[in-house]
T-cell receptor
Framework: AQRVTQPEKLLSVFKGAPVELKCNYS??????LFWYVQYSRQRLQLLLR??SRESIKGFTADLNKGETSFHLKKPFAQEEDSAMYYC??????????????FGKGTHLIIQP | EAQVTQNPRYLITVTGKKLTVTCSQN?????MSWYRQDPGLGLRQIYY???????DKGDVPEGYKVSRKEKRNFPLILESPSPNQTSLYFC?????????????FGPGTRLTVL
């Protein structure tokens, strides 16, 4: 069974400091990994996905298959980054219709 | 504007009183899904639908029903709500029946069952 682990429920850093939100997964196939973000009182939205290898709002995430990790990083945190972040895994097995498996989320607080 | 809408946004009800939470998307997406979000548990999938008249159970389907009579609508039905179904519910849709594609989420429905 696939599983996503976000070990930190809460992460607090100062503005301008580097941020790293950890995500580890267990899955035997070829997973697709995503990061979703939920700002206060807003809907959940996609932040980035590993397949795109993109940087959104200064965030990047690299899939490390050896360590089964997909940590989210940003070199300089901004106050508007304060939000709930969810790591998610999808079973893309060429026809599967499984939903996303989410981690429990990390609440990121950026202090001024 | 491309979006997923849910109604109602907030609902307080009593145990055993049937309710329906509607979900609608205007993006012609085939895949739709319902999640519940609980503190400390994150998001868990309740039901999903690959296309019209095709639905299947997610991780936590007990106590819920869904239907997909039209492509754009995917209502969540609680026949006899119980207090443990108090939660924040999200509907989501994506273009193809695989969550490899980005899922677009609705604004959420906060349900309280007394």
């Amino acid at each position: 069974a696939q599983r996503v682990t976000q070990p930190e429920k809460l992460l607090s850093v100062f503005k301008g400091a580097p941020v790293e939100l950890k995500c580890n997964y267990s899955y035997s196939g070829s997973p697709e990994l995503f990061w979703y973000v939920q700002y206060s009182r807003q809907r959940l939205q996609l932040l980035l996905r590993h397949i795109s290898r993109e940087s959104i709002k200064g965030f990047t995430a690299d899939l490390n298959k050896g360590e089964t990790s997909f940590h989210l990083k940003k070199p300089f945190a901004q106050e508007e980054d304060s939000a709930m972040y969810y790591c998610a895994l999808s079973d893309y097995s060429g026809g599967g219709a499984d939903g996303l498996t989410f981690g429990k989320g990390t609440h990121l607080i950026i202090q001024p | 504007e491309a979006q997923v809408t849910q109604n109602p946004r907030y609902l307080i009800t009593v145990t055993g009183k049937k309710l329906t939470v509607t979900c609608s998307q205007n993006m012609n997406h085939e895949y739709m899904s319902w999640y519940r979000q609980d503190p400390g548990l994150g998001l868990r999938q309740i039901y999903y639908s690959m296309n019209v008249e095709v639905t299947d159970k997610g991780d936590v389907p007990e106590g819920y029903k869904v239907s997909r009579k039209e492509k754009r609508n995917f209502p969540l039905i609680l026949e006899s709500p119980s207090p443990n179904q108090t939660s924040l519910y999200f509907c989501a849709s994506s273009l193809l029946p695989s969550s490899y594609n980005e899922q677009f989420f609705g604004p959420g429905t906060r349900l309280t069952v007394l």
